[in-house]
């Protein structure tokens, strides 16, 4: 057996590189994210290989019990409950894509449909607004982001626009507290204005925002009157489990205000992410991070071809982690 490692910006370069190199008959044996470099995929290949004519015992004899990978995406795309033709987009992506298992060929499919774009953990080229229905995580994203800057010893500016909901600054305000950070509470967009260039040396800014009605425009009007009020990225936060058309047509309400990525919260409470993959699909989001703890400390996970395959594949820790955690976070 000669095992080899690759490396490539994409899954997709990685595996090619396999087949260029190994041949057709290389096992992928395990894909490992690297950060700064991309992908690492090590496959392996027999060196023993049959003479001219002489094919191998397992090409003459394949194991009828093995599961055919292609399979194995369509039962797991179709078990998260994406609609028919997402799903078929998604296989006809990977229709030429050769992989021995199953995983490998999802985050294929995946990159190829989707975009992947996780926050930074550096700094914030513009402050980040986060926006979205009601209860949908928004405040406590908030505090996993901030947490994340604190432990990485990097200057973060926390403003709230939530003054309307009842506790909603109380919430943010004990996360910040006992992080020692100063949060800044605004009711107005000229204040929001004042209150960014307070921060303006701050390495990431981070604006939380009262849940609005995607189906009001005078909600939407008003969220538009603050996000025009200074350059700033809003990120649209939605819960996993939702009714995947809803998630769509949320997700294109909010798109119309300048959205471009999807953070998705409580995957823990979900044990279908079609909501999530759909909602990006049909709104043109791309793909940044999810939650699924409802504590602060745990923070976020980035979003990657290679991950979001892992956490959609059956029997995963994440899978066993949801079935374990009860409660009402994001």
């Known amino acids: 057996m000669r095992l080899k490692s690759f490396h490539?910006?994409?899954?997709g370069e990685a595996m090619r590189l396999v087949r260029e190199v190994l041949g057709d008959d290389a096992i992928i044996v395990a894909t490992r994210e690297e950060e700064g470099v991309g992908v690492r995929v090590t496959a392996a290949v027999e060196e023993s290989i049959p003479g001219p004519g002489m094919p191998?015992?397992?090409?003459?004899y394949p194991d009828p019990l093995a599961p055919d990978p292609a399979d194995q995406v369509t039962d797991i795309l179709f078990r998260h409950g994406l609609p028919a033709d997402l799903n078929q987009r998604l296989m006809d992506s990977i229709a030429d894509f050769d992989a021995k298992d199953a995983q490998t060929l999802l985050a294929a499919a995946l990159e190829a449909v989707f975009d992947f774009q996780?926050?930074?953990e550096?700094?914030?080229p513009r402050p980040l607004m986060l926006v979205g229905p009601p209860g949908a995580g928004k405040t406590l994203t908030v505090a996993k982001l901030c947490a994340r800057a604190a432990l990485k010893g990097r200057p973060v500016g926390v403003i709230s626009t939530d003054t309307v909901r009842a506790g909603g600054i109380d919430q943010l305000a004990a996360f910040t507290r006992v992080l020692k950070l100063r949060l800044m509470t605004v009711e107005d967009p000229l204040a929001l204005a004042d209150a960014l260039d307070v921060h303006r040396g701050a390495e990431q800014v981070l604006v939380d925002s009262a849940g609005r009605n995607p189906y009001s425009q005078a909600d939407l009007n008003d969220l538009r009157d603050f996000l025009v009020a200074?350059?700033?990225e809003p990120v649209l936060v939605l819960p996993a489990g939702m009714d995947p058309v809803e998630a769509a047509e949320m997700a294109r309400a909010f798109r119309a205000l300048g959205v471009r990525r999807l953070l998705t919260t409580r995957l823990d409470m979900a044990r279908r992410l079609g909501s999530m993959l759909t909602a990006a699909h049909e709104a043109g989001l791309a793909l940044c991070d999810a939650s699924a703890s409802p504590r602060a400390a745990e923070g976020l996970t980035a979003l990657s071809p290679l991950s979001l395959a892992r956490l959609m594949?059956?029997?995963t820790e994440t899978t066993e982690r949801r079935a374990k955690q009860t409660g009402t976070h994001a």
């Open 56 to 60: 191998g015992l397992n090409d003459r």
């Open 313 to 315: 594949m059956p029997g």
């Open 230 to 232: 200074a350059d700033i």
């Open 118 to 120: 996780p926050l930074p």
């Open 122 to 124: 550096g700094r914030f």
């Open 8 to 11: 490539a910006p994409t899954m």
